[in-house]
């Protein structure tokens, strides 16, 4: 599959690589800060980082921004939002919500990977109001399996 991109350069000029996974085995590819500067991100606060890139994704597709766990592991800088969903019919920059849970204030560089993007099918599913088929579990929620 071929995805169509679109570098957009910071004020000073400075552009990212393209999206790149870092093995032939890896499910995402790096997103890259697009910054002139460090931006330095204080414990407990956020920030959104620009990544320099806009795809255009084929119908029935959809992008999703995860945390990097090296980061999350190392240095307790992840998503600010969990996982970033990109729609297929969006056409802007892709923009990186980032949180430090750590208590260590940490420096994002211009170029580090901050997140990464996997690229999935999704399905677009019909509701239909109606009786729900019987199962062993039921509606049984949280622990209900006793795991």
């Given amino acids: 599959m071929q995805i169509v991109f679109k570098r957009i350069p910071t004020e000073k000029g ?3 690589e393209p999206p790149a ?3 032939g085995g890896a ?3 790096d997103l890259r800060a697009c910054i002139d500067e460090p931006v330095e991100l ?9 990544s320099g890139i806009a795809i255009e ?5 959809a992008a999703f921004v995860f945390a990097r766990s090296g980061l999350g592991i ?13 729609d297929s019919d969006y056409r802007g920059e892709i923009r990186i919500g980032l949180i430090n849970l750590s208590d260590k204030s940490y420096t994002i560089q211009p170029g580090d990977r901050i997140a990464q993007l996997v690229v999935m099918q999704v399905a677009a599913p019909v509701f239909v109001e109606g009786e729900l088929g ?14």
């Fill in 14 to 16: 400075y552009m990212v």
């Fill in 74 to 86: 190392k240095h307790g800088i992840t998503l600010s939002n969990s996982v970033g969903v990109i």
């Fill in 134 to 147: 019987r199962t062993d579990r039921g509606d049984g929620g949280f622990g209900s399996t006793g795991r």
């Fill in 21 to 23: 996974r870092a093995t």
């Fill in 42 to 50: 204080q414990p407990g606060k956020l920030t959104t980082v620009p």
């Fill in 57 to 61: 994704l084929p119908e029935g597709y």
């Fill in 27 to 29: 499910a995402g590819m």
